[in-house]
C-alpha cells in the first residue's frame, strides 16, 4: 500500500487505524476538540485515500471511548462525508454509545445528511 495513515496522537485524542480486506477500522479516544480539527481533517483525508486505493467497503468509526466531539470537528466529518457523497465508493458506519447524548444527536444528524452512505450501530 502506497498511501499510509499518519495516527493522531495528541494529548487531546488519539486515533487507531486498522486497514483490512475490504474494511478500514477507525478507533478514536479521548475527546475531538476544535484545536485537534486540522489533524482530524487531515487524518478523515488519508482514510479516504486508503478506501479508495484498497477498494474497501467500509469504513467502521468506533466512538464508543470518544467522550466528546466539538462542533468544529463535526463539520470535519460533515465535510468529509459530502465530499465521499460527490463519487460513494465505501459505507460510513459510526459504532456508538447510546449513553453518550451528544452521539445520539449528533450521529442522527450525519445520518439525515450522509443517507445511505451512513449508518449508525
Given at each position: 500500500m502506497s498511501r499510509e495513515v499518519r495516527e493522531i496522537a495528541t494529548p487531546e485524542l488519539v486515533t487507531e487505524t486498522e486497514v483490512r480486506s475490504g474494511r478500514i477500522g477507525v478507533r478514536l479516544v479521548g475527546s475531538a476538540e476544535s484545536v485537534t480539527r486540522e489533524d482530524l481533517a487531515a487524518y478523515l483525508k488519508a482514510i479516504d485515500?486508503?478506501?479508495?486505493?484498497?477498494?474497501?467497503?467500509?469504513?467502521?468509526?468506533?466512538?464508543?471511548?470518544?467522550?466528546?466531539?466539538?462542533?468544529?470537528?463535526?463539520?470535519?466529518?460533515l465535510a468529509w462525508l459530502l465530499e465521499g457523497e460527490r463519487s460513494p465508493r465505501y459505507v460510513a458506519r459510526f459504532?456508538?454509545?447510546?449513553?453518550?447524548?451528544?452521539?445520539?444527536?449528533?450521529?442522527?444528524?450525519?445520518?439525515?445528511?450522509?443517507?445511505?452512505?451512513?449508518?449508525?450501530?
Open positions: 485515500g486508503v478506501a479508495v486505493e484498497t477498494e474497501a467497503a467500509e469504513v467502521v468509526f468506533d466512538l464508543r471511548a470518544l467522550e466528546f466531539m466539538s462542533a468544529a470537528c463535526l463539520r470535519a466529518v459504532v456508538s454509545d447510546a449513553k453518550n447524548h451528544w452521539q445520539r444527536r449528533s450521529l442522527a444528524s450525519l445520518a439525515s445528511i450522509g443517507g445511505e452512505r451512513v449508518r449508525i450501530d
